[in-house]
């Protein structure tokens, strides 16, 4: 098949099924029902070939939902759930969730970390027992996290080598307020890690000026987040529609192109496709419907 375009962060939600506040103020526009035949002409417009669909809030419910929609949804390669990871039957609820429908889509797990109040909730015994229990199962676990959470973070990566991890939104550096070097001494130690760690650039766009930024501004966050992972480890994620408030997911597309001009097309390929195949474990030979 020919090289994959993959889109490794997307959402669906519905505001009136879910843990949704964060959707006022200047989210207000983006407060409606998104789904599947609303992202489907975005992906047509920018050749992409498969995607994977990420959790919204803490709900099992929502990633059942989320894993029943890839046998009718063709886009859809895989899906990141969430599960509690604190909870006794955490392994018992993953295995329930790969038996459901649609459970073999099933390639990640996540939680909204930055949103804890505990910086270094990832620590914490519960936690960490949670997140042996997601490498078990074979599963990713996707970091969401602001730089307060990146040093528990990393923590978190070196005491446990077997767990494939994913940083989204290259840690939500603040592009918008100059925060760039404060970011990167964060981020450098994660490259000793890269064996299991890779960054999804993702998000950037929300963390600059909505109305002002452009590709100039983003390009050295992505340049520094392919120096410190390669491009084997960096992989592209729209976040649509959060994107929707700062540009569009063709605008966010296009200026990530531009910021990967210096790559060779062999290098170009696996961030925009070949790494999410391989860190996800994508099947992208067999029909989803």
Not at 231 to 259: I, N, Q
């Amino acid at each position: 098949m020919a090289t994959p375009i993959v889109d490794a962060h997307h959402h669906f939600w519905d505001p009136e099924d879910g843990d949704y506040g964060w959707l006022s103020g200047p989210y207000a526009p983006i407060r409606r029902v998104f789904g599947p035949e609303d992202l489907r002409p975005e992906l047509a417009a920018a050749g992409i070939t498969a995607t994977v669909l990420v959790q919204t809030w803490g709900s099992v419910a929502e990633t059942r939902r989320f894993l029943a929609l890839t046998e009718t949804v063709d886009f859809v390669a895989g899906v990141v759930g969430w599960v509690d990871l604190t909870a006794p039957d955490v392994a018992t609820v993953i295995a329930d969730l790969k038996a459901c429908p649609g459970g073999d889509r099933l390639v990640g797990i996540r939680h909204q970390v930055h949103d804890e109040p505990d910086p270094d909730w990832l620590g914490r015994p519960d936690v960490r027992r949670g997140l042996a229990a997601v490498a078990g199962h074979g599963l990713v676990y996707d970091l969401l996290l602001r730089p307060r959470e990146l040093p528990a973070a990393l923590a978190a990566v070196a005491a446990l080598p077997d767990l494939r991890f994913v940083i989204d939104h290259f840690a939500k550096p603040d592009v918008r307020g100059g925060g760039f070097a404060a970011w990167a001494a964060l981020m450098a130690p994660f490259a000793d890690h890269r064996d299991h760690v890779a960054c999804k650039l993702s998000g950037l766009v929300t963390e600059a000026d909505w109305e002002t930024w452009s590709p100039a501004d983003l390009a050295p966050y992505v340049a520094e987040a392919l120096r410190l992972f390669g491009p084997e480890r960096c992989l592209y994620g729209s976040d649509w529609p959060v994107c929707r408030v700062a540009g569009g997911y063709r605008r966010w597309f296009d200026a990530l192109g531009v910021c990967l001009d210096s790559l060779a097309p062999a290098d170009r390929a696996r961030v925009l496709g070949g790494t999410a195949v391989d860190v996800y474990r994508l099947n992208l030979t067999e029909p989803s419907a």
